[in-house]
């Protein structure tokens, strides 16, 4: 990557990783076209290779950047001690209401790219994908599951909250008026129906 891209105004730099989250989460990267993503950034294609390089240039650039991102995000809103069940996860999804806040997309790419079979994409990726899987099971290895119900199975529950977020997320994203705060109010609600099925009295 050309490291001028960072001399951008942080706006120009937000509006091209934005477009090119929203692209390769819809189409995947094979299908995905630098066309539609320039157009979507309003910015030429020539712009585009100048700091990229190529196609492949710019997916690997936004791998790395979303998942370092949401790592940071983390960082800030998890504390350090926190080991309760659905207290982390709590901070777990406010860390990603904050990511998507500023990059609405970013989950939907990071999914897309779990899903990624294309070789010279999944190359590209497959260290940082891996390191990013460890960092977010050791978050879930974290939770103290011993006031869940016998019923509760702790790995399952944790699926479910995750499984709803994500529908909701591929819901609300996609329509034309996604706001992160309506957005995490709703999850919440979620999460306290699953929390008050799986807590013991």
Same mark, same amino acid.
């Given at each position: 990557m050309n490291e001028k891209f960072w001399d951008l105004k942080k706006e120009k730099q937000d509006r091209?990783?934005?477009?090119? #989250? &929203?692209?390769f989460s819809q189409y995947g990267y094979y299908h995905a076209s630098t066309d539609e993503i320039v157009k979507t950034a309003g910015i030429s294609k020539g712009l585009l290779f100048h700091y990229f390089g190529s196609k492949i240039g710019v997916y690997a650039? #936004? %791998? /790395? %950047?979303?998942?370092?991102f949401v790592t940071l995000e983390l960082t800030g809103h998890v504390e350090k001690n926190e080991n309760g069940y659905f207290e982390l996860y709590e901070q777990i999804l406010s860390a990603k209401v904050a990511s998507m806040a500023q990059y609405p997309y970013i989950f939907l790419f990071l999914? &897309?790219? /779990?899903?990624?079979d294309y070789l010279e994409a999944v190359d590209e990726i497959s260290e940082r994908r891996d390191k990013y899987h460890r960092i977010m099971e050791a978050l879930r290895e974290r939770a103290d599951v011993t006031r869940l119900t016998d019923k509760? /199975? %702790?790995? &399952?529950t944790w699926d479910v909250m995750d499984f709803t977020v994500q529908g909701l997320i591929d819901k609300d994203v996609k329509s034309d008026n996604f706001r992160a705060d309506i957005f995490m109010q709703e999850a919440l609600e979620y999460i306290d129906m699953i929390r008050e099925m799986s807590i013991k009295e």
């Open positions: 091209m990783i934005n477009a090119a #989250l &929203k692209v650039f #936004l %791998y /790395d %950047y979303a998942t370092r999914n &897309k790219a /779990d899903e990624e509760a /199975d %702790y790995r &399952k």
